[in-house]
């Protein structure tokens, strides 16, 4: 059975800090790694990530994938109480019907 | 990537009914799924809506109990059916064809069942 592990659960930082956010996953034919944001319902989406050691970028956060050790590490910079949410680790195998598998996600809240 | 449109946004629904959620997309998608997300937890797959044939459901979860349609590319229904106050939970669709942009997510709804 494919399974996504996300550390820590929860995380409590100051504006400012530096987090870096874990997911490691063991599955069957892995195809891709994804992050989102899920702030109230929705989750939104962050980065896909297919090959090793390339970084993807977005502004203050960045991810990257380690596919021999099998995890990835979404970091945040200066964070912003705006990034207070749950952030989500998601994968697609192949032959898994396109399915994505979650991990429990890591709850940051960014106090001022 | 896809805009999804997810109503109603939330609802309070007495025990034994049954509400539908509907997902429209403003684009044709290859696959919708229908996921929940209990209090404090992860999405858990529901379902995978399949355009024309009957849903591929994962373990726990029946048809009895979660009827889904996909009538076609852009539409899907979930109904929870016959429902308990266990059933109060964030019901989200999900679409996308599983390109570069991942799949994108409706707005949810929050069922709670009193």
């Known amino acids: 059975e494919d399974k996504v592990v996300q550390s820590p659960l929860s995380l409590v930082v100051h504006e400012g800090d530096t987090v870096t956010l874990n997911c490691s996953y063991e599955?069957?034919?892995?195809?891709?790694l994804l992050w989102y944001k899920q702030e109230k319902k929705a989750p939104t989406f962050l980065f896909m990530l297919t090959s090793s050691g390339i970084e993807k970028k977005s502004g203050r956060l960045s991810s990257i994938l380690d596919k021999k050790e099998l995890f990835s590490i979404l970091n945040i910079t200066a964070t912003q109480t705006g990034d207070s949410a749950i952030y989500l680790c998601a994968v697609f195998a192949g032959g898994s019907n396109y399915k994505l598998t979650f991990g429990k996600g890591t709850l940051l809240t960014v106090n001022p | 990537s896809a805009v999804i449109s997810q109503k109603p946004s939330r609802d309070i629904c007495q025990r034994g009914t049954s509400l539908t959620i509907q997902c429209q997309v403003d684009s044709q998608v290859t696959m919708m799924f229908w996921y929940r997300q209990q209090p404090g937890q992860s999405l858990t797959l529901i379902a995978t809506a399949n355009q024309g044939s009957e849903a591929t459901y994962e373990s726990g979860f029946v048809i009895d109990k979660f009827p889904i349609s996909r009538p076609n590319l852009t539409f899907s229904t979930l109904t929870v059916s016959n429902m308990s106050p266990e059933d109060s939970s964030i019901y989200l669709c999900?679409?996308?064809?599983?390109?570069?942009?991942?799949?994108?997510f409706g707005s949810g709804t929050r069922l709670t069942v009193v």
């Open positions: 599955v069957t034919n892995f195809r891709s």
């Open positions: 999900s679409a996308g064809t599983g390109g570069a942009y991942g799949y994108t």
